[in-house]
Structures are given as structure tokens and as C-alpha cells.
């Protein structure tokens, strides 16, 4: 069983790689090989420099709210600790394509240092949840501004723009779930009346996510914490485009609406090189660089480059994890 669950792991993480190097393959032969040379050796070194940092100090303040949220559900982590499960979870997002796996690890982690699973699980979805709904606040007022100023037009966005408020749409029903007394007994009612299997601890499970709204100490600070994280991720994104020089006073609200949707797609196990295919398409279609396509596409790789090299601190601290759980051999 456990050798027949180690290929399959095998094997998924083969398939994974092939259909990257198709995707990348298929950008190369699509855009040629030279023009995406030389859009890279247009970047500006300090814009990408700028743009690490913002990521790096974005990780920080995530450690700060994932911390917050824990100790809210009676798991208490030094920050030392949460900064190293914090980036080990980071790390296996972009190396194992997708958050969820990073999230799992986290928890996986939590239970090992702190035994507690139910708290490391809701921590972690409230943590993944704020930053979505801060991206949904983002995107619903970026939305607004194209709107107001006439830029979705011609079919070209407003698909785009449509699909995105209607899937934030609920995420604010979730957040409503959480804060809201009212909205839990309600739903705990609706629970009781389906024939769903382990209907306990399903409660249970959605007990344990829920935040009173009058717990202002967590709930507050949680929101101001979401907003300026992904205020800074999607500052990533407009640094990366200003090394490329695409950014204009006209085109930076396009960033508040587009990244958000890339956000989304994260949620999904996505082989590298499709979420920033689509994210480079997607700008392409709102006007960015129209005759030049591939420098839109290589503004959106270097973004999840900045990632991925923001990303390698976690790769160290779990080598480093592991040394030190490491079973010590006994002397002859």
C-alpha cells in the first residue's frame, strides 16, 4: 500500500513536470525564443530588487496574522517558529504547484509542534480567507474604477470582470458565516435538516472556524493585517511591470482586478507556467504592450519568480527541520 501511494506521488509529480515543460515549450515556440530574451534583458534590476522585498516583508506580516489566528484558537507558537512554518508552507506552494499543499504542510507542522489539528486547520483557513476577501475588496473596487471610467469595453475585460464579483461574491457569504451569530445558527439549522454524513463533526469543524465579531482584538487587527499583505502582493506585480516599463498612470487599476483572479487560480494545483500564462493573456487583452505580446507573459513569470526565490528561505528552513529531527545513529 505504501509503496503503491509513493509511485502515485511519483507519478502525479512527473505528469506535473511534463505539462510544465509543455506549457513553457509552447510559450517559447508561440512568442520565439529571442523576443523573450531580450524582453528579459530589458528589466531593471531595482524594480525586481524592490519587488522582493515587498515580498518578503508581505511574508512577514503573514507570519504576524497566521500567529494571531492561532493563538486565537488556543495554539501558541513563537514567532520564530510560525516564521519558519510560515515560509516551509510558502515553499511548498511553488514547488508542489498550488496552496493547498502549502497549507497542509502547515497544519501538518502545527500538529506536530503545538498537538493541536483542529486549531491548525482553522487558523490556516481564516489566514488563507482573509487574504481572498481582501483580494475580493481589491478587485470589487478596481472593478469599479474600469467600470466608471469606460475601460471594459468591446467584450475585451468585462467577462473577466463579471466572473470575478460573482465568485468573490462568495467569499463574502463565507465571511458572513464567521462574523455573524445570526448567519451560523441559521446555517447550523439548515445542517441539521440534510442527510449529510458525519454531521457532528462538520459542526464541529465549522465551529471552530467561526470568529465572534465583537472579538475586536483579532478580528481588526486580521483585516488591516489581509489588507496591506495583498496590498504588497499585488504591489509585486506593478513593480514587476514597472521593470519592464509598462506601468502608466492609465493601466495600474487593471493590477487590483487581474491579480486577484491569479489568486484564485493559485487555489488550484496548476502546473508552472499556466496561472502566468493566463495572468499575461489577461493583460494583453486589457491593452498591455498589444504588438509586443510576450512582455506582458514576462512580467507575470518574473512576478512568481520574485515568489519562488522569496519562497527558497522555507526550502532552508525545512531542510533544516529535518536535520534536527533527524534520528541520531548510535555508536558501534
Known sequence: MADGCR?????SALIKVLVTGAVVAFIIHRLGWSSIASTLAMAQPHWLMAALTLFLLSGVLGVVQWRLLLANKDVHLSFGRC???YFIGM???NFMLGTVTGD??????VRTSAGSVRGGIAATFLDRFAGLLAMACFAIVGSGVLLKRGLVDEGRVATAVIALVATFGLFFMTCAFIVSRRVQRFSFRIIDLLP????NMVRDMLKSIALEVHNRHVVVPVGFLAVGIQAMRIGVHILCAASLGLLTAQN???FFVFVPILAILMLVPLPFGVKEGIGGSLFVLAGFSP????VPLVMEFLASLVGIVASLAGGVFFV???VRTAPMKEPV
Open 7 to 11: 509511485w502515485k506521488k511519483v507519478a
Open 83 to 85: 516564521l519558519s512554518l
Open 91 to 93: 515553499f511548498f506552494n
Open 104 to 109: 497542509a504542510v502547515r497544519v501538518t507542522y
Open 196 to 199: 449529510i454524513p458525519c454531521k
Open 252 to 254: 495600474f487599476q487593471y
Open 291 to 294: 504588438d509586443a505580446p510576450e
Open 320 to 322: 533544516l527541520s529535518r
